[in-house]
């Protein structure tokens, strides 16, 4: 479905005019009015872009949202971070940039935060809320982040996430959707990583009608080291969509990607994930992988990890497997005398755990292991 610019600016245009009469600071509202115009310029993306191809948002775009016009929490300070954000790689992105709740986590030099810093969002009914958070881990400093999306409703979701991880500092990041089953969630995480710094994130996606998470990943100095790891259960007819860039643009740093699926019934999934390695990031160590677990014949995935190589001194690899529960396996719990349903049901709950046990928060894993146990139609219980 092509989206005119006059579709665009009926269902936008007075709300946007609105918001924008709320904003008191000067740059900020000039920004804002930048991201819409090029939002009313090219719209939402549309399978006609190779990037979307395996989706189609045109459901999205013929409904009626109300745009939550709640209060940012930025300051003069922080424009300059928020100016970075790449909000013209697609419609989503510049409508986030231009009506934004824009809110601040700065974790100070040298500081170990025990505390974990939490950020819940969740649309109403008929509402469109556009988080965006910028999260500054500064030098050497220790922090883990929580962030959840937790739709009851059919709403719409546009967020936005900006992350700077600065020279030996080290954040765990651990992203949860679960959203309700009619809604839509769209979320673009931009990271930068320093000389020395680790980030660490564990991406859990199982809610939402449709939903889409764009990651974008880059290494500014040497001796970083990434881990991207995720996990999307699917079933009824949802959509799930993972695009992921990883830039390795300088020398000696280290990524790890590790995403897996169980798709049943009708639902869908694409993940496509693409490493860069600079001409000059010699030492580079890139790991990719995406195994995909088909419960249904009717499901259906389409994923395609990419490695674009421009340096020889590296070591990379990366891959890709779409199939069904191993019968060896199956067989070896059948002989031990588990039914079958139970016996599918412990394969698929193991091959799921590998992303989940990552979480190093106990109640966090509790609720995933109990969500992935409500997705299977038998308790792992004898």
């Known amino acids: 479905m ?12 007075e709300q946007f005019k609105e ?5 008191p600071i000067a740059r900020l509202s000039a920004l804002r009015r930048e991201a819409f115009a090029i ?8 399978p006609r872009l190779e990037d979307w191809k395996y989706t189609n948002v045109s459901s999205l775009v013929s409904g009626l949202w109300l745009i939550d016009s709640s209060e940012s929490e930025l300051v003069d ?12 790689r697609n419609g989503f992105t510049a409508l986030n940039q231009a009506f934004g709740k824009i809110s601040v986590i700065r974790i100070p030099k040298g500081t170990n935060v025990e505390s974990p810093f939490e950020f819940t969002f969740g649309g109403e009914d008929g509402k469109a809320i556009f988080p965006h958070v910028l999260v500054i881990a500064e030098a050497g400093s220790k922090a883990t982040l929580i962030e959840t999306y937790a739709s009851k409703a059919k709403s719409f979701t546009n967020a936005a ?3 700077l991880v600065e020279d030996d500092a080290h954040l765990t990041h651990y992203r949860v959707q679960k959203d309700s089953a009619e809604a839509f969630n769209y979320c673009v995480t931009e990271v930068n990583i320093g000389r020395g710094a680790s980030y660490n ?16 990943l880059k290494f500014t100095a040497e001796g970083g080291e990434a881990w991207v790891d995720g996990l999307y259960m699917l079933n009824g007819a949802q959509h799930h969509d993972t695009h992921s860039i990883i830039d ?17 019934d009708k639902s869908r999934a694409v993940f496509n994930g693409k490493v860069f390695v600079r001409e000059n990031a010699h030492g580079t160590d890139a790991q990719q992988q995406n195994k995909n ?8 995935v389409d994923t395609k990890p990419q490695l674009e190589i421009f340096n020889d001194d590296v070591k990379c690899s990366h891959g890709a497997t779409v199939g069904q529960l191993e019968e060896e396996e199956l067989f070896y719990l059948l002989t031990r005398g588990l039914p079958e349903n139970l016996a599918r049901n412990l394969l698929t709950y193991g091959f799921a755990e590998e992303v989940i046990r990552k979480i190093g928060i106990e109640s966090i894993k509790s609720d995933l292991d109990e969500a992935v146990l409500n997705r299977l139609n038998v308790k792992l219980e004898v």
């Open 2 to 13: 092509a989206v005119t610019t006059a579709v665009v600016e009926t269902q936008y245009a």
């Open 19 to 23: 918001f924008l009469r709320a904003e």
């Open 39 to 46: 939002f009313s310029q090219i719209g939402f993306p549309t």
């Open 77 to 88: 300070s922080d424009l300059p971070f928020l100016q970075r954000f790449s909000f013209e």
């Open 161 to 163: 996430v900006q992350i």
């Open 201 to 216: 994130s564990t991406n859990i996606n199982l809610g939402g009608g449709l939903s889409r998470h764009d990651i974008e």
């Open 248 to 264: 390795h643009t300088v020398p000696n740093c280290t990524s790890h990607q590790n995403y897996k699926g169980v798709l049943n």
């Open 293 to 300: 677990l088909l419960m249904s014949n009717e499901a259906r």
